[in-house]
């Protein structure tokens, strides 16, 4: 299991510091009671497309849900049509009670939506940006400038406040439109993959505020990411689509000991490796990974099969510093999901994203 | 009615169009060629054309209605540049409220489709209905008043060219004043609608201002028929003019609006 975040300590962030996340588990936390977006029986298509059949999916108060799927598998269309930008063609969507497209402005007065494209304008500074969301969210006017001002200093932009954003990195823009987003302090967040642009540093920084929203302020989040890793360090519940369809929908550590294998990981001289990679491949339905320092890893290999795996590497008397067994994670599980599609179905169509995007 | 969100968006958009050269430099080229070179010259008129004559000036008079050639100065030599002011070029003054409203619509609307923008300012609180007001307030009142400073501008040009031949003010005749405050700004709301019909499905700034163009077309008839002598602009002609566009205005920003909900732009996002 990877390490949780350390304590990080802000004088005055605009978010929640980082520090409630210090050892404890961002996962496990208890669910909420009543669903505060819920999607039931949502069919969506774009022209022959169809990017959502028969959805349903419902998520509480202070969950941290993670959308996970290929590109195409519908993560954009759910997004839009839980902030009203989509109407449904058949089923319903509700966010806090309401219809997203009829009361769409009392919706999206409580939700940030950071979607795959930009919030923020190229043409306007940062602090216009800022200036801009907080009008028209009706943020209060009392400290807004002091407000704004820790934002920027907070996203590591209190140097460039004043500079156009156009001529901004990837990373700069992400950053000022997590900033726009979280201005707000909106109860439901809606976020299309939020640490892509970013550096290590800066994903970082941005799971602890997410994690902190969710855990002290019990915002409900929805995160789409190709980041599994992250998915399975913030998300309470993680939802797999494939093709418009739930593939698999619960706690992470439930997903993986259902579906996951898990994998071993093996040490060996470098002399030995490619021999060592041969007894390996031989047990495992994957691919085996090998890096510089004779180290090898493949997924698909259970328990069962290690005193197996010891016994064929002993057999060929190779030089083994270490064996060990790699519980599985998220990314197995989503493999296997995707895995196990593919040999039921064939290789799955992508593009219903794609066709949104069109 | 959210006025500080509406507020907002306004100055946003006034904001990136003051900062943008592209419209900048047009808002000040185009006028200052149609509104302040070409009367200038033609207050010249007798200088570059030479003494006209009173057979020649006769003949012309005869064309106009005769409340319009009674305001004429007695002198031939002064009445072509008279006239060339008071009647030829004054049509020229609607195009710029026209013009910098389609320019301003096509980029406040197609524009924000294509600096990928739109997606979030949809996902903002503003009620469709608000965001097209925004909008359109932050493409008229710019281009309504860059026309009436090019109409003032012209005004005072036309005078100090022609003056020192006339020894009396020529503009504002009743013709001009109402072109200025009542046509330009009526054809103007009319660009406006043709735009925001046009950009429900341009995805570009230079798509929805190629489509749109073609409403600086009335003007140029207006300009041409007037030049030719076909149809002489009176005040009430203009009137009615301005109510015929305010109609097409009303008619197409209504027809665009129920096009421009946030689900339909929701389904051409990128």
């Known amino acids: 299991m990877r390490a949780k975040p350390t304590t990080h300590e802000r004088g005055h962030a605009p978010y929640p510091a980082a520090s409630v996340c210090a050892g404890e588990s961002y996962v496990d936390r208890p669910s909420a009671e009543a669903p505060v977006l819920a999607l039931d029986h949502v069919s969506k298509s774009f022209g022959q497309v169809t990017a959502l059949a028969d959805l349903s999916l419902h998520v509480g108060a202070g969950e941290v849900v993670g959308l996970l799927g290929h590109n195409g598998a519908g993560k954009t269309t759910t997004v839009r049509l839980l902030a009203g930008l989509l109407a449904p063609e058949s ?106 642009a970013l550096d290590p540093v800066a994903a970082r920084q941005v799971r602890r505020a997410l994690a902190s929203l969710a855990q002290e302020r019990r915002r409900t989040i929805v995160l789409c990411t190709h980041d599994l890793a992250e998915a399975e360090l913030l998300c309470d519940r993680v939802v797999v689509l494939e093709e418009g369809r739930i593939v698999a929908d619960g706690r992470p550590v439930d997903l993986a000991a259902e579906h996951g294998s898990g994998g071993v990981q093996v040490e060996v001289a470098l002399a030995d490796v490619d021999r060592a990679r041969q007894i390996v491949a031989e047990l495992a339905p994957g691919d085996v990974d090998r890096d510089g320092n004779g180290r090898l890893r493949a997924t698909g290999v259970g328990r069962d099969l290690l005193p197996v795996l010891v016994q064929r590497l002993a057999a060929a008397e190779l030089t083994v510093y270490e064996i060990r067994r790699l519980d599985p994670s998220l990314e197995d599980v989503y493999l296997a999901l995707h895995a196990s599609r593919n040999v039921a179905t064939g290789p799955a169509v992508t593009g219903t994203d794609a066709a949104v995007r069109a | 009615m959210n006025t500080r969100a509406i507020r907002a968006v306004v ?60 305001r004429l100065s007695g002198n031939p030599a002064t009445q072509a540049a008279e006239l060339a002011v008071t009647y030829l070029l004054a049509p020229l003054i609607p195009i710029v409220p026209v ?172």
Do not use: C
């Open chain 1, 91 to 196: 089923g319903t969507v509700r966010v806090a009670g309401g219809d997203p497209v009829d009361d769409g402005p009392g919706v999206r007065a409580h939700m940030g939506v950071l979607p795959a494209a930009l919030v923020v304008d190229g043409r306007l500074t940062a602090r216009q940006n800022l200036r801009f969301a907080a009008d028209v969210f009706g943020v209060a006017q009392d400290g807004l400038d002091e407000r704004i001002d820790a934002m920027l200093v907070d996203f590591d932009l209190g140097d460039r406040a004043d500079e156009r954003v156009a001529g901004f990195s990837s990373g700069m823009r992400q950053r000022l439109s997590l900033a726009r987003v979280l201005l707000p302090d909106p109860h439901i967040l809606l976020l299309d993959e939020p640490t892509s």
């Open chain 2, 11 to 70: 100055k946003r958009d006034l904001t990136v169009v003051m900062g943008s050269k592209g419209v900048v430099l047009p808002a000040l080229i185009v006028p200052a060629i149609l509104l302040v070179l070409l009367p200038a010259l033609a207050g010249l008129t007798p200088v570059l054309l030479g003494s006209v004559s009173a057979a020649d000036m006769f003949r012309v008079l005869e064309a106009l209605p005769p409340e319009a050639s009674a």
């Open chain 2, 99 to 270: 013009m910098f409203a389609t320019v301003l619509a096509a980029d406040a609307l197609a524009g924000e489709k294509e600096r990928g923008t739109l997606e979030g300012l949809l996902l903002t609180p503003l009620r469709d209905r608000e965001l097209i007001l925004a909008k359109l307030i932050a493409s008229w009142v710019p281009a309504v008043a860059i026309g009436l400073v090019g109409a003032t501008l012209y005004a005072v040009v036309a005078n100090i060219a022609v003056m020192p031949q006339t020894g009396r003010l020529v503009l504002p005749t009743p013709e001009f004043a109402v072109m200025a405050l009542w046509v330009g700004p009526t054809f103007g709301a009319a660009a406006l609608g043709a735009i925001v019909l046009v950009s429900v499905r341009s995805n570009s700034t230079q798509e929805a201002f190629q489509l749109g163009g073609v409403v600086v077309l009335p003007v140029v008839v207006i300009v041409v028929t007037q030049a030719t002598g076909v149809v002489l602009l009176s005040v009430p002609l203009l009137v009615v003019s301005g109510f015929v566009a305010l109609v097409v205005a009303v008619v197409l920003l209504a027809a665009g609006s129920a096009l421009l909900s946030r689900t339909r732009m929701g389904e051409r996002l990128g």
